[in-house]
């Protein structure tokens, strides 16, 4: 399988902590591909017409997107106990993905308005207001984020709040929500989460 791919992106980020933590990263070949909003990819888009990554081709030829149906593929291809199948450990986890996942699309929204040459000051109070916000929230569940075993909404809580670090270091998030920051510390233990750190190149 060819995965569209960059050492950047907290999306290409998700994926690549599932095949870690299942152990599928042998069979990923990774194709460094390169998608900005502003510049549509052509090479890309003959995959994905969106000109996103992550984009998986599969060996026959079907590609997949986005990060949250990869993930989910990757899950079903390998030990399935990233994904709850079923009841409250099921809804759980969506919805820490659904956290995860809007978080990311402010802050890259944010980032983007933030480089034009005027940004829109209410945009970006929005975007900080609805970060903070989030922040807040996943404080308030520290505790069941413990409590539950690791699966897709650890995965995407922790690839946004790594992006924070990477790209939003000046907002301080720490000392917004100490008790997230030290479960966030606890996570780079793991090897998957670890070896996965954004990078520039
Ligand atoms: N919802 C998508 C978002 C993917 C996404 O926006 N990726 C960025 C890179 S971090 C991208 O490809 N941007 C190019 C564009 O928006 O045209 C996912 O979860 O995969």
Redesign the pocket.
């Known amino acids: 399988m060819q995965l569209h791919w960059?050492p950047?992106?907290?999306?290409?980020r998700?994926v690549m902590v599932c095949a870690h933590e299942l152990q599928l990263l042998p069979q990923l070949q990774l194709v460094r591909s390169v998608?900005?909003?502003l510049k549509?990819n052509a090479e890309l888009m003959q995959v994905n017409p969106?000109?996103?990554?992550?984009t998986l081709v599969l060996d026959d030829g079907r590609t997949l997107?986005?990060?949250?149906v990869i993930c989910e593929y990757l899950d079903a291809l390998g030990s399935g106990t990233l994904f709850p199948k079923e009841g409250d450990a099921r809804w759980a986890a969506l919805r820490w993905h659904a956290l995860g996942?809007g978080l990311l699309?402010a802050l890259?929204l944010w980032r983007n308005e933030r480089e034009r040459a005027q940004p829109l000051a209410a945009l970006i109070e929005a975007f900080d207001l609805k970060t903070r916000a989030t922040l807040q929230v996943l404080e308030s569940e520290v505790a069941a984020l413990q409590q539950t075993p690791f699966g897709i909404g650890h995965v995407t809580v922790v690839c946004a709040l790594g992006y924070i670090d990477y790209r939003f270091d000046t907002l301080g998030w720490r000392a917004l929500a100490p008790q997230l920051a030290q479960w966030f510390a606890q996570m780079q233990q793991r090897p998957s989460i670890a070896a996965t750190e954004p990078v520039n190149g």
């Open positions: 960059s950047k992106s907290p999306y290409v998700k998608a900005a909003m549509p969106l000109s996103k990554i992550p997107f986005d990060s949250a996942d699309d890259i």
